[in-house]
């Protein structure tokens, strides 16, 4: 099974329909048009053969360029640059094999307008949050070292344990 079924089989626990129904719309409007490379969609948009295999080609040489992107140590910045061209390539692709009826039905399928930049922005917060707890851990972890280092001063009342210096345990 994969992943996305075992999500929606848990969303599916939790939410209601009404509720399945708006996070489905919502989850399209974030993909955008790559979301028809998705069995489901494109079912449901009545792709004919040509049609998914060319979505499929788009989806595989954006794969394709992506990873050579990375392979050629594209940063975090860059690499989110490199993306975003190519997903925008992609879609334009995209426009080019899908017919009016077929862009009808997915624009119903988005169902009313949101706006998935705020998902975005609550992500990347969260994200600075869930790492704020590693920023305090740090500081202990400097003192814990300013220790180590203040034993090893000369004049340091610090002792090994183990044989003295004439040979007997202490």
């Given at each position: 099974m994969q992943f996305r079924q075992q999500v929606?089989?848990?969303?599916?626990?939790?939410?209601?329909?009404?509720q399945k129904e708006r996070f489905n719309q919502?989850?399209?409007?974030?993909?955008?048009?790559?979301?028809?490379?998705?069995?489901?969609?494109?079912?449901?948009?009545?792709?004919?053969d040509a049609q998914q295999e060319y979505v499929q080609g788009i989806m595989m040489q954006m794969r394709q360029d992506t990873f050579i992107a990375m392979r050629q140590g594209a940063g975090a910045g860059q690499l989110r640059t490199v993306t975003a061209e190519l997903r925008k390539n992609a879609v334009q692709e995209l426009k080019k094999v899908i017919d009016r009826k077929q862009q009808a039905a997915f624009d119903k399928m988005l169902g009313e307008p949101f706006d998935v930049t705020k998902v975005d922005q609550e992500t990347a917060a969260a994200e600075s949050k869930a790492e704020t707890p590693q920023a305090k851990e740090a500081p202990a972890a400097n003192?814990?070292?300013k220790e180590k280092e203040k034993a090893k001063e000369p004049g340091s009342p610090a002792r090994k344990k183990g044989r003295t210096r004439s040979g007997s345990k202490s």
């Open positions: 929606d089989q848990e969303i599916a626990k939790i939410l209601d329909t009404k919502i989850s399209l409007r974030a993909e955008g048009p790559l979301a028809v490379a998705r069995p489901e969609v494109a079912a449901k948009l009545r792709l004919n003192d814990q070292e």
